[in-house]
């Protein structure tokens, strides 16, 4: 099955700036959305960003509008969050995740993580001063 694995997370100074990875390993990205997500301690998970396979629909959560951008490589089976403007309230463990998507639909409207199907480990994102 696909495998997800996330890196780029760290600590970084309110206003600085980070860009994570979501690589792929075992089977290429086509056809598959990804979605970036985030857990705060204590919170539920939530949605930051989604992407449909071929990069033409992109959504945000209004939290990060203007400040995160989604992208992807389904040559390099990788997808990105580049992050920007950091606030303190961006701390959180950062997953991303696919789901098989041709049509596409799940990254128009209102984003379901419950549709995604695979999953990655997280990466630890800090911001603090």
């Known amino acids: 099955q696909l495998q997800l694995a996330e890196s780029g997370g760290g600590l970084v100074q309110p206003g600085g700036s980070l860009r994570l990875s979501c690589a792929a390993s075992?089977?290429?990205?086509?056809?598959?959305?990804i979605g970036w997500f985030r857990q705060a301690p204590g919170k539920e998970r939530e949605v930051v960003s989604c992407?449909?396979?071929?990069?033409?629909?992109?959504n945000y959560a209004d939290s990060v509008k203007g400040r995160f951008t989604i992208s992807r490589d389904n040559a390099k089976k990788t997808a990105y969050l580049r992050m920007k403007r950091l606030k303190p309230e961006d701390t959180a463990v950062y997953y991303c995740?696919?789901?098989?998507?041709?049509?596409?639909?799940?990254?128009?409207?209102?984003?379901?993580?419950?549709?995604?199907?695979?999953w990655g480990q997280g990466t630890q994102v800090t911001v603090s001063s």
């Open positions: 995740a696919a789901v098989w998507d041709p049509g596409p639909v799940i990254c128009t409207g209102d984003i379901d993580k419950g549709r995604f199907d695979y």
């Open positions: 075992r089977f290429t990205l086509d056809y598959y959305a």
């Open positions: 992407i449909s396979y071929s990069g033409s629909t992109k």
